[in-house]
Protein backbone atom coordinates (compact mmCIF):
# COMPACT_ATOMS: atom_id res chain seq x y z
CA UNK A 1 0.00 0.00 0.00
CA UNK A 2 1.01 3.82 -0.31
CA UNK A 3 2.55 5.39 2.29
CA UNK A 4 2.12 8.99 2.61
CA UNK A 5 4.55 10.82 4.71
CA UNK A 6 4.29 14.57 5.85
CA UNK A 7 6.33 16.98 7.08
CA UNK A 8 7.35 18.39 9.73
CA UNK A 9 4.91 17.16 12.24
CA UNK A 10 4.59 20.83 13.60
CA UNK A 11 5.40 24.21 12.65
CA UNK A 12 5.10 27.34 14.57
CA UNK A 13 4.44 29.82 12.77
CA UNK A 14 2.66 33.75 13.62
CA UNK A 15 -0.75 34.68 12.02
CA UNK A 16 0.29 36.42 8.78
CA UNK A 17 2.99 34.26 7.87
CA UNK A 18 3.02 31.72 4.86
CA UNK A 19 2.75 28.04 5.83
CA UNK A 20 4.50 25.46 3.42
CA UNK A 21 3.36 21.88 4.49
CA UNK A 22 4.23 19.13 2.64
CA UNK A 23 2.97 15.78 1.65
CA UNK A 24 5.10 12.89 -0.05
CA UNK A 25 3.97 9.42 -1.84
CA UNK A 26 5.99 6.04 -1.39
CA UNK A 27 4.83 5.90 -4.94
CA UNK A 28 2.87 8.10 -7.57
CA UNK A 29 -0.20 8.89 -6.67
CA UNK A 30 -0.46 10.82 -10.01
CA UNK A 31 -2.82 14.20 -8.97
CA UNK A 32 -4.72 11.89 -7.10
CA UNK A 33 -4.58 13.90 -3.54
CA UNK A 34 -6.65 15.70 -1.09
CA UNK A 35 -5.93 17.98 1.88
CA UNK A 36 -8.03 18.24 4.93
CA UNK A 37 -8.27 20.30 7.88
CA UNK A 38 -8.84 19.12 11.82
CA UNK A 39 -9.47 21.47 14.12
CA UNK A 40 -9.49 20.75 17.83
CA UNK A 41 -12.79 18.96 19.03
CA UNK A 42 -14.50 18.87 15.29
CA UNK A 43 -14.43 16.78 12.35
CA UNK A 44 -11.96 17.17 9.37
CA UNK A 45 -13.27 19.47 6.13
CA UNK A 46 -12.08 19.00 2.73
CA UNK A 47 -9.91 21.51 1.45
CA UNK A 48 -8.50 20.38 -1.54
CA UNK A 49 -9.05 17.59 -3.97
CA UNK A 50 -6.66 16.42 -7.11
CA UNK A 51 -3.87 18.39 -5.76
CA UNK A 52 -4.39 21.54 -6.66
CA UNK A 53 -8.63 22.02 -6.85
CA UNK A 54 -10.22 23.91 -3.56
CA UNK A 55 -13.18 22.54 -2.38
CA UNK A 56 -16.77 24.86 -2.04
CA UNK A 57 -15.96 27.05 0.22
CA UNK A 58 -12.50 27.25 0.91
CA UNK A 59 -10.57 31.25 0.92
CA UNK A 60 -8.26 31.47 -1.78
CA UNK A 61 -5.27 31.80 0.82
CA UNK A 62 -5.40 27.75 0.57
CA UNK A 63 -4.14 26.20 -2.63
CA UNK A 64 -2.28 22.63 -3.53
CA UNK A 65 0.39 22.19 -5.67
CA UNK A 66 2.48 18.47 -6.66
CA UNK A 67 2.15 15.60 -8.78
CA UNK A 68 3.35 12.10 -8.71
CA UNK A 69 4.90 11.51 -5.46
CA UNK A 70 5.75 15.13 -3.98
CA UNK A 71 2.52 17.75 -2.84
CA UNK A 72 2.98 20.62 -1.03
CA UNK A 73 -0.36 22.76 0.55
CA UNK A 74 0.25 26.36 1.28
CA UNK A 75 -1.14 29.26 3.33
CA UNK A 76 -0.39 32.27 1.69
CA UNK A 77 -1.03 34.68 5.04
CA UNK A 78 -2.26 32.70 8.25
CA UNK A 79 -5.33 33.58 9.87
CA UNK A 80 -6.08 32.90 13.86
CA UNK A 81 -8.34 30.47 12.64
CA UNK A 82 -6.27 28.62 10.44
CA UNK A 83 -4.30 27.02 13.27
CA UNK A 84 -4.90 23.22 13.26
CA UNK A 85 -3.78 19.78 11.90
CA UNK A 86 -3.43 19.17 8.27
CA UNK A 87 -3.97 15.55 6.52
CA UNK A 88 -3.21 14.66 3.13
CA UNK A 89 -4.90 11.54 1.29
CA UNK A 90 -4.66 9.69 -1.56
CA UNK A 91 -6.99 8.22 -3.47
CA UNK A 92 -4.97 6.54 -6.44
CA UNK A 93 -4.38 2.97 -5.05
CA UNK A 94 -6.63 0.88 -2.83
CA UNK A 95 -7.33 1.54 0.50
CA UNK A 96 -7.06 5.47 0.56
CA UNK A 97 -4.64 6.61 2.64
CA UNK A 98 -4.63 9.44 4.86
CA UNK A 99 -1.14 11.15 6.24
CA UNK A 100 -0.14 11.34 9.11
CA UNK A 101 -0.47 15.07 9.80
CA UNK A 102 1.26 18.23 10.82
CA UNK A 103 0.29 20.42 13.18
CA UNK A 104 0.26 23.93 12.38
CA UNK A 105 0.64 26.00 16.15
CA UNK A 106 1.40 29.24 17.27
CA UNK A 107 4.41 30.31 17.38
CA UNK B 1 -28.38 21.88 3.48
CA UNK B 2 -26.45 18.69 3.75
CA UNK B 3 -26.00 16.80 6.97
CA UNK B 4 -24.73 13.85 8.90
CA UNK B 5 -26.34 13.08 11.95
CA UNK B 6 -24.37 10.66 13.83
CA UNK B 7 -25.43 8.88 17.08
CA UNK B 8 -24.45 9.32 20.51
CA UNK B 9 -20.99 8.71 22.76
CA UNK B 10 -20.81 5.46 23.80
CA UNK B 11 -19.28 3.39 26.33
CA UNK B 12 -19.28 -0.39 26.30
CA UNK B 13 -16.89 -3.12 27.94
CA UNK B 14 -14.82 -5.16 26.06
CA UNK B 15 -16.78 -8.38 24.93
CA UNK B 16 -19.74 -6.05 24.16
CA UNK B 17 -21.70 -5.53 20.97
CA UNK B 18 -22.00 -1.87 19.36
CA UNK B 19 -24.05 -0.17 16.19
CA UNK B 20 -23.62 3.36 15.55
CA UNK B 21 -25.86 5.16 13.15
CA UNK B 22 -25.24 8.35 11.18
CA UNK B 23 -28.22 9.67 9.72
CA UNK B 24 -27.92 11.74 5.80
CA UNK B 25 -30.30 14.68 4.66
CA UNK B 26 -30.02 17.35 2.53
CA UNK B 27 -29.08 15.24 -0.41
CA UNK B 28 -30.35 12.49 -2.37
CA UNK B 29 -28.74 9.82 -0.26
CA UNK B 30 -29.18 6.54 -2.15
CA UNK B 31 -26.79 8.35 -4.86
CA UNK B 32 -23.27 8.56 -2.81
CA UNK B 33 -21.20 6.33 -1.15
CA UNK B 34 -20.85 6.90 2.63
CA UNK B 35 -17.72 6.07 4.45
CA UNK B 36 -16.51 5.60 7.57
CA UNK B 37 -13.33 6.81 9.16
CA UNK B 38 -11.71 5.82 12.48
CA UNK B 39 -9.41 8.47 15.14
CA UNK B 40 -7.76 6.64 17.96
CA UNK B 41 -7.08 9.46 20.98
CA UNK B 42 -4.39 12.20 19.94
CA UNK B 43 -3.76 9.58 16.63
CA UNK B 44 -4.11 10.23 12.66
CA UNK B 45 -7.34 9.38 10.48
CA UNK B 46 -7.71 5.53 8.76
CA UNK B 47 -10.40 4.95 6.23
CA UNK B 48 -12.54 1.55 7.46
CA UNK B 49 -15.06 1.04 4.79
CA UNK B 50 -17.34 2.32 2.14
CA UNK B 51 -21.39 1.77 0.97
CA UNK B 52 -23.06 2.94 -2.07
CA UNK B 53 -26.71 3.00 0.14
CA UNK B 54 -28.51 2.43 -2.78
CA UNK B 55 -27.72 -1.20 -3.11
CA UNK B 56 -25.57 -1.45 -0.06
CA UNK B 57 -22.76 -2.69 -2.04
CA UNK B 58 -19.69 -2.29 0.76
CA UNK B 59 -15.97 -1.95 0.12
CA UNK B 60 -13.61 -2.80 3.51
CA UNK B 61 -9.91 -1.85 3.73
CA UNK B 62 -7.98 -5.03 4.55
CA UNK B 63 -7.34 -3.41 8.13
CA UNK B 64 -10.82 -3.39 9.28
CA UNK B 65 -12.19 -6.31 6.76
CA UNK B 66 -13.56 -8.88 9.05
CA UNK B 67 -13.83 -6.72 12.42
CA UNK B 68 -16.92 -4.50 11.84
CA UNK B 69 -19.54 -4.38 9.26
CA UNK B 70 -21.22 -1.09 7.76
CA UNK B 71 -24.35 -1.40 6.66
CA UNK B 72 -27.77 0.78 5.32
CA UNK B 73 -31.15 1.16 5.51
CA UNK B 74 -31.61 3.58 2.66
CA UNK B 75 -35.59 3.32 4.07
CA UNK B 76 -34.29 5.84 6.71
CA UNK B 77 -31.73 7.41 5.13
CA UNK B 78 -29.21 5.56 8.08
CA UNK B 79 -25.82 4.00 7.47
CA UNK B 80 -24.62 2.12 10.43
CA UNK B 81 -20.98 0.83 11.73
CA UNK B 82 -21.33 -2.51 13.56
CA UNK B 83 -19.12 -4.82 16.40
CA UNK B 84 -19.89 -7.83 17.10
CA UNK B 85 -17.12 -8.16 19.93
CA UNK B 86 -15.57 -4.68 21.36
CA UNK B 87 -11.97 -5.02 22.18
CA UNK B 88 -10.01 -2.22 24.27
CA UNK B 89 -8.11 -1.09 21.05
CA UNK B 90 -11.32 -0.22 19.30
CA UNK B 91 -11.29 2.69 21.44
CA UNK B 92 -11.56 6.11 19.12
CA UNK B 93 -14.02 8.57 17.53
CA UNK B 94 -15.57 7.64 14.39
CA UNK B 95 -16.95 9.89 11.68
CA UNK B 96 -19.27 8.85 8.76
CA UNK B 97 -18.21 10.79 5.34
CA UNK B 98 -19.96 11.15 1.86
CA UNK B 99 -18.09 10.86 -1.32
CA UNK B 100 -17.47 14.10 -3.29
CA UNK B 101 -19.67 13.34 -5.73
CA UNK B 102 -22.60 10.89 -6.90
CA UNK B 103 -21.16 7.63 -8.96
CA UNK B 104 -23.30 4.18 -8.85
CA UNK B 105 -19.57 2.22 -9.25
CA UNK B 106 -17.27 2.24 -6.61
CA UNK B 107 -13.97 2.47 -9.31
CA UNK B 108 -15.35 6.10 -10.02
CA UNK B 109 -16.09 7.32 -6.50
CA UNK B 110 -13.87 10.14 -5.76
CA UNK B 111 -12.54 8.64 -2.68
CA UNK B 112 -12.50 12.25 -1.29
CA UNK B 113 -15.03 13.43 1.27
CA UNK B 114 -16.29 16.74 1.38
CA UNK B 115 -19.20 15.71 4.13
CA UNK B 116 -18.37 14.80 7.96
CA UNK B 117 -20.74 13.85 10.66
CA UNK B 118 -19.62 15.13 13.83
CA UNK B 119 -18.32 12.02 15.27
CA UNK B 120 -19.28 9.01 17.36
CA UNK B 121 -16.50 8.61 20.64
CA UNK B 122 -16.70 4.74 21.11
CA UNK B 123 -15.23 4.16 24.69
CA UNK B 124 -14.26 0.54 25.79
CA UNK B 125 -13.14 -0.12 29.02
CA UNK B 126 -13.38 -2.71 31.41
Known amino acids: EIVLTQSPATLSLSPGERATLSCRASQSVSNFLAWYQQKPGQAPRLLIY???NRATGIPARFSGSGSGTDFTLTISSLEPEDFAVYYCQQRSSWPPLFGGGTKVEIK | EVQLVQSGAEVKKPGESLKISCKGSGYSFTSYWIAWVRQMPGKGLEWMGI????????RYSPSFQGQVTISVDKSITTAYLQWSSLKASDTAMYYCVRDREPTRHVDTATYYFDYWGQGTLVTVSS
Open chain 1, 50 to 52: DAS
Open chain 2, 51 to 58: IYPGDSDT
